[in-house]
């Protein structure tokens, strides 16, 4: 029970210990917000790419590329935005809230700290698989995002720009240099791969501080209820209803612990800023990320303990 406790315990820790780091920066005043915004984008525009190629390049393929466990993936998220969108619409009327509430049911932060909990809990030997998980679940949650925001905000839900915009991400790009570099067996040079390797390296350090910096809270009181539910649907209801399911169609060991990574992580940052962008509750979806945040140290932690102490991984 102890050895279980603190696998669990060495899983969780590094990824707020980083994100404690990030609110030391902000309130020190390191950094002010508009140099946020752009170290921000920077580790998305560059570290991502980098890393994703880094690890598909390296990857095996025949381990990395498990169809069962991506075909997994996609369904649960799919019918996750699926059945809350119906419980959604029953008990909430205000369409601006609809599209957020949605979004944190389905969409966590599973780049920033779904990939390091598996790394923290196998080390950096078993990432292939949840990185190559990214090119089917970061799409995925992209596309149901602009779908769902539009719809409640009676906008057009225009297909052929946002599988551009999808495309043009640079995790994806990155995957797909990766794959393609892969393919034809390309040999890079020890001088060029050594700093690809480092930037790979310091990409999950780097953007958990920039999301520990990046927290900002802000009023609950207008919308306690849907904040509540927001925040149980991602961390609780969500986890235990796709995980239970996942057990009992036989995932074990890394596959598990990818789909805590995808269904158990916290609400993504970036689901605020499209609710910003597309008219939407911003607030509520900026208060889904920071609580679901710092609750998420306990309950990821809960799962991995509990699934751990039945030996399925």
Known sequence: ???????ALGGVVPLFCLMAVGVFVKRSRLLAEDELRHVNRMVFRVFFFFMMFYNIYISDPGTAFQPLLMLFGVGGVLLTALVFTGIVCRIEPDNARRGPMIQAAFRGNYVLMGIPLVSNIFGDGAIAIPTMMIAAIVPL?????????????????????????VLMNPMILGAIAGALCRLVELPIPAPVLKPVAQIAAATTPIALIILGASFHGGSY????????FSVASRLIIVPAIV?????????????????IAVFATPCAVAGFAMAQQMQADAELAGNSVVYSSALSCFTIFGWVFLLKTLELF
């Open 1 to 7: 029970m102890l050895s279980n406790f603190f696998v």
């Open 141 to 165: 949650y992209n596309v149901l995002g602009v779908l769902v925001l539009e719809t409640f905000r009676g906008g057009r839900f225009d297909l052929l720009p946002i599988l551009r915009s």
């Open 221 to 228: 009181h207008a919308h306690l209820r849907q904040l509540i």
């Open 243 to 259: 995980l239970s399911l996942a057990i009992v169609l036989g995932f074990r060991g890394v596959e598990l612990v990818t789909l």
